[in-house]
């Protein structure tokens, strides 16, 4: 089985900074995208930035300029460098990933989340 396991949230103050990282575990062949999703109790999941498995990234305009994400392929790690953040960063935020696992086929996984909150 595979598992994602998000860690590196936390309470932050506006324009405080904090990276996310999720470690892919399991029984993995290959990994092709991953991102970052973010979720808060009346809106529904949304993208905040994606990165293909040659490096290509996309961000949300909310997030452009303040939000880096990276992925290591040796370690199978997926990292988000969030900066200058603000209260409407504050969700749940899910780390996904496509693999190809040993049975051969391509499924989405998702982590638990880890709680993103930033104070005024």
């Known amino acids: 089985q595979v598992q994602l396991v998000e860690s590196g949230g936390g309470l932050v103050q506006a324009g405080g900074s904090l990276r996310l990282s999720c470690v892919a575990s399991?029984?993995?062949?290959?990994?092709?995208?991953m991102g970052w999703y973010r979720q808060t109790p009346g809106k529904q999941r949304e993208p905040v930035a994606t990165v293909t498995s040659d490096k290509t990234t996309d961000y949300a305009d909310s997030v452009k300029g303040r939000f880096t994400i990276s992925r290591d392929d040796a370690k199978k790690t997926l990292y988000l460098r969030m900066t200058s953040l603000k209260p409407d960063d504050t969700a749940l935020y899910y780390c996904y990933a496509r693999i190809r696992g040993t049975l051969m086929t391509w499924d989405d996984y998702w982590g638990q989340g880890t709680q993103v909150t930033v104070s005024s």
């Open positions: 399991g029984s993995i062949f290959s990994i092709a995208a």
